[in-house]
């Protein structure tokens, strides 16, 4: 039986996590764009909008239209001398569902059509040699170049130390030594790599780079959703979050991935439905699993932990392999959600069933009002500062009244 009314948990107020390699890197982004042939921008395919770093966009931008690109028109080209290509991959495609991949790209191509998007992981290999020959084939676009150099950028996380691993394997003939070191936890890379080469013929190297949070999530629910999500997928130093709040918000999006029979229930005793109680179902988990304390209480914490690495390890798989689309043509309660990933969902309205029969079409509508949603948050975020702490208030301050003392003194001297 599906779930007819699935409520949002109330979520805690999300952490800064913002160390100083971050804030190097940011600094040092320009620079390093000017000896940059191709920025491969990598996201996680479960969040492909919060997966953005918005901090970075100013800087691309500018890149761009250093090397000719329409500032006015960013599909464009006014002056064709080097490469310049901003390449998006979704990567861990497997976490999501097949059935909203073609149409979210078509979406982002609409949406952002300067970007090149594709999804990918490293444990496919015509992902990783897709992608491969795509650099190549930018590299012989441009033979005056003696080499194309590749620039890896994203958040903490997205897989951008694997993924090159991945290619370096892929581009070079014979063993190749793993270059760069992996961990399920963010952080692991902190400072800039030295260039690895992906090909011998053409000539390409790639930089990876440390993974770079937002300064401040943001404020008010969109802030704290912002946070949860990013916690989920561990691009957020483990132990900022309470595991119940991760719990709460995970067993909330995987009810609205699969409102008729969502993948957690395999954890359950036979027989056990769907619940949106989270003290529900961590008692049912915890007694499954025989995570019983003194005075045979159920350890909810423990049970908590257990369910959010399951997901981490292996549930996220089955979720994406099994999350159906649903029709408006089927029976279902009122308005139900459908969702994909966790950055996108909507309601199924009956008039979406008179469409005809091409589903796609449909979902891919659905995804480009996401997307609008996304950006018109964003914009009034920037307009109204709400993506700037209060401490970061203090900080410009601080700065704009040092500025003005130095202006002073000089003109006191002069």
Request: aromatic share 8%; net charge positive; with cysteine.
């Amino acid at each position: 039986m599906a779930l007819r009314h699935i409520p949002k948990p109330v979520l805690p107020i999300p952490p800064s996590w913002f160390p100083g390699h971050m804030m190097k890197f940011t600094r040092m982004l320009p620079a390093l764009l000017t000896r940059t042939d191709v920025v491969l921008e990598l996201r996680d395919s479960r969040l492909p909008l919060t997966s953005i770093n918005r901090n970075l966009e100013d800087a691309l931008h500018r890149w761009r239209i250093e090397r000719g690109w329409d500032p006015n028109d960013r599909t464009r080209r006014l002056l064709d001398v080097q490469a310049c290509e901003h390449l998006v991959v979704l990567n861990k495609r497997d976490l999501v569902p097949e059935w909203g991949m073609e149409p979210f790209r078509k979406a982002m191509a609409k949406k952002f059509p300067h970007q090149q998007v594709m999804f990918a992981s490293w444990q496919r290999p015509r992902d990783i040699r897709h992608l491969s020959e795509l650099l190549v084939n930018l590299a012989k676009q441009h033979p005056h170049s003696m080499e194309l150099n590749v620039l890896v950028i994203g958040m903490p996380n997205v897989g951008k130390s694997t993924l090159l691993n991945a290619l370096r394997n892929m581009g070079i003939n014979g063993r190749t030594p793993k270059a760069f070191k992996t961990s399920p936890m963010p952080g692991m890379t902190q400072a800039l790599s030295t260039r690895l080469k992906l090909s011998v013929d053409p000539l390409i190297y790639a930089f990876d780079t440390p993974g770079v949070m937002l300064p401040f999530l943001g404020h008010g629910e969109e802030g704290a959703e912002r946070g949860v999500k990013l916690a989920l997928i561990a691009g957020i130093k483990e132990g900022l979050y309470d595991m119940e709040a991760l719990a709460a918000y995970l067993l909330y999006r995987l009810n609205i991935l699969n409102p008729i029979s969502p993948v957690y229930l395999q954890l359950l005793p036979p027989g056990s439905s769907p619940t949106v109680d989270l003290y529900e179902f961590l008692t049912l988990l915890g007694k499954r699993m025989g995570m019983i304390r003194r005075g045979a209480e159920v350890d909810l914490a423990r049970a908590a932990v257990y369910f959010v690495r399951w997901w981490r390890e292996e549930g996220g798989l089955i979720a994406a392999s099994s999350a159906p689309q649903l029709d408006a043509s089927v029976r279902l309660p009122a308005n139900p959600v459908q969702g994909w990933g966790f950055d996108f969902q909507w309601e199924i309205h009956p008039e979406d069933a008179q469409k005809g029969d091409n589903s796609a079409v449909i979902v891919q509508e659905k995804m480009e009002s996401c997307i609008d949603s996304y950006l018109e948050l964003t914009e009034k975020e920037e307009q109204e500062e709400a993506n700037i702490s209060q401490t970061q208030r203090k900080k410009r301050v601080v700065e704009e009244e040092k500025m003005k003392r130095k202006l002073k003194h000089v003109k006191k001297r002069t």
